[in-house]
Nanobody, 118 residues
Framework: QVQLVESGGGLVQPGGSLRLSCAAS????????MGWYRQSPGKQRELVAR???????NYADSVKGRFTISRDGAKNTVYLQMNNLKPEDAAVYYC????????????WGQGTQVTVSD
């Protein structure tokens, strides 16, 4: 069982930066793919960025070049550095952990709000 707790959301002006953190209660070492997703009102939850245990990353086209996902195995924490934020980035951001080996499992955090506004 893994519990995920996000932090770092808040209000930022367009062009500003935020760093989100996702702290896992258990080890997220070799068997978990970690991801950040977001959901804004009236829209489906969408993938923002994902990172494997081998540090392979992939990003949504809308955030490429602005967002960076990283993970610290020693701290069991995943980060999302968000730069040059735009109003359309405003959403609730969720951390997700996918266990790829038996027992295959998926865990979600509770979400953290990101607001981008003047």
């Amino acid at each position: 069982q893994v519990q995920l707790v996000e932090s770092g959301g808040g209000l930022v002006q367009p062009g500003g930066s935020l760093r989100l953190s996702c702290a896992a209660s258990g080890s997220i070492g070799a068997v978990y793919v970690m991801g950040w997703y977001r959901q804004s009102p009236g829209k489906q939850r969408e993938l923002v960025a994902r990172i494997s245990s081998a540090r392979t990353t992939n990003y949504a086209d809308s955030v490429k070049g602005r967002f960076t996902i990283s993970r610290d195995g020693a701290k069991n924490t995943v980060y999302l550095q968000m730069n040059n934020l735009k109003p359309e980035d405003a959403a609730v951001y969720y951390c997700k952990a996918d266990r790829l080996t038996y027992p295959v499992s998926t865990y979600w955090g509770q979400g953290t709000q990101v607001t981008v506004s003047d």
